[in-house]
């Protein structure tokens, strides 16, 4: 974070300094206790079940500089009627201050976090870059991301999520874009907005934000998306497997280890690429971070350098590939659900695993009337892959077992899939684990890890 006062911080916010007001502020922001830097702010959220300002004596104690708060907590703090909007308020102004940072935001119904983490991959060598840990990507989220911008910094990363429309839009008001990308519109959180075209609304809100000096990097092979070339000033640029894409898929092929070899065309030139993840769906997400990059003013052949190096530029539980001593290999894609993604990495599994392959799958959340049918639909593709076993972990996942059938087997809960899938497995099988981030699957994955060494 740039060095600021309390005063300066009060005088961005609204807010009235609690102490003395020449205190500086100058290492990260964050909301937990436990994560604070010597120098930091710590945000103080009054949660439904945790309110942060019963723990800022602790954070002040831990090291940080002072506290964003709604209320005096009896140590140094800013106080503002409102810690959210006070926080990217701060943000903004971080960001209005270091004028010079390129900002890229991303967003999408699925792949945010994957295209994120390989953008960082790719910029980081041409200068300091900051990005979104993990999927912080709300309205708490973004402000955190854009606090970690200090005077070193080239290039800003932000991913973006909604669960309502209106939601991109504020969150581009903290971090406005000179390059937005639009990845996809899928059936994530479809249970909130109610329709595909209402997440396509919402999404679009990200091409409507960049202005007339920017780059808004659209997926031509998404209906919905390529339709939002008509909602932006900006320059569109875009990204897909047909021919009058500015960035051209082409040939894309699995190697054993189901990574995705591809070729990119742009600009008259085409060049080999590959991605070290597992699936064929990162040739896409590939795709977009070079047409994103280049916008920048990096050349194809050092992108796709960087991409080929890019096997250990990902977020936990994201197809998280390892192999147990006895040669189990466990993808731990179990950070979250839906639909498409969960198509993806059935996909991306099968093909590594052929007839050895396993799923082990929970619920998919937030999927609203579709929600059955959308879960049978998963369950007859594992079944048409060739999936040896599809275990089904939960009631709410019901609908899996019913689509795959014979295949399916189901267990009531986490703890008890926990207890009995490890006996049950040879060492033999590819193991994908996976669900929506309520249901908590990783633990079954570290349940089929646990004792070995993996690697």
């Known amino acids: 974070m ?23 502020v100058d290492g990260p922001a964050t909301l937990d206790s436990r994560a604070v830097e010597e120098g930091g702010l710590f ?34 703090a800013v106080v503002v009627p409102d810690v959210t909007r006070a926080l990217g308020l701060l943000a ?56 970690g911008v200090d005077e070193l910094t080239r290039y800003l990363v932000v991913e973006m999520g909604a669960r309502a429309i209106g939601d991109i839009a504020v969150l581009c008001e903290i971090a406005p874009p000179s390059i937005g990308i639009v990845l996809n519109v899928g059936s994530a959180h479809v249970g909130e907005f ?53 960035m051209e898929i082409g040939d894309v092929r699995l190697d054993e280890g189901g990574a995705p070899h591809f070729t990119l065309g742009h600009d008259r030139r085409r060049v080999e690429a590959t991605v070290p993840l597992i699936g064929g769906y990162h040739a896409m997400n590939a795709a977009a971070v070079a047409l994103a990059a280049v916008s920048l003013g990096l050349d194809l ?27 189990l290999v466990v993808v731990n894609d179990a950070y979250n659900a839906n639909p498409e993604s969960m198509e993806a990495a059935l996909r991306a599994v099968a093909a590594i695993g052929g007839g050895r392959a396993v799923a082990v799958l929970g619920a998919m959340l937030e999927l609203g009337d579709d929600a059955d049918d959308a879960h049978r639909r998963i369950g007859r593709l594992a079944a048409e892959l060739g999936y040896a076993r599809v275990v089904v972990v939960g009631d709410g996942a019901h609908g899996i077992a019913e689509g795959a059938g014979a295949v399916a087997e189901t267990v009531t809960d986490v703890d008890v899939a926990t207890h009995t899938l490890p006996a049950s497995l040879s060492g033999d099988e590819v193991v994908l684990v996976k669900a929506s981030r309520g249901v908590r699957l990783e633990r079954v994955a570290r349940a089929l890890l646990e004792g070995t060494t993996t690697r």
């Open 2 to 24: 740039i060095p600021l006062t309390l005063a300066e911080i009060a005088d961005v916010t609204g807010g009235t300094v609690v102490g003395d007001p020449a205190v500086v």
């Open 194 to 246: 109610g329709s595909a075209d209402n997440i396509a609304v919402a999404k679009g809100e990200m091409a409507e934000a960049v202005g007339p000096d920017g780059v808004v990097v659209l997926n031509a092979d998404d209906v919905r998306v390529a339709a939002m070339r008509t909602r932006t000033e900006a320059s569109v640029r875009t990204f897909g497997t047909g021919d009058d894409a500015d």
């Open 43 to 76: 945000v103080a959220v009054a949660g439904e079940h945790v309110d942060g300002h019963d723990y800022a004596e602790r954070a002040v104690a831990a090291g940080a500089a002072a506290v964003l708060a709604s209320r005096d907590t009896g140590v140094p």
């Open 301 to 327: 052949p050092t992108v796709v350098d960087r991409l080929a190096s890019a096997g250990s530029a990902t977020s936990p539980m994201r197809m998280e590939r390892h192999v147990r001593d006895d040669g």
């Open 92 to 147: 903004r102004h971080v960001l209005d201050v270091r004028e010079d940072v390129q900002v890229v935001a991303l967003t999408g119904s699925s792949g945010k976090t994957s295209v994120k983490d390989l953008l960082a991959h790719v910029l980081a060598p041409d200068g300091a870059t900051v990005a979104t840990r993990g999927n912080f990507n709300n309205e708490l989220g973004v402000p955190l991301t854009v606090l």
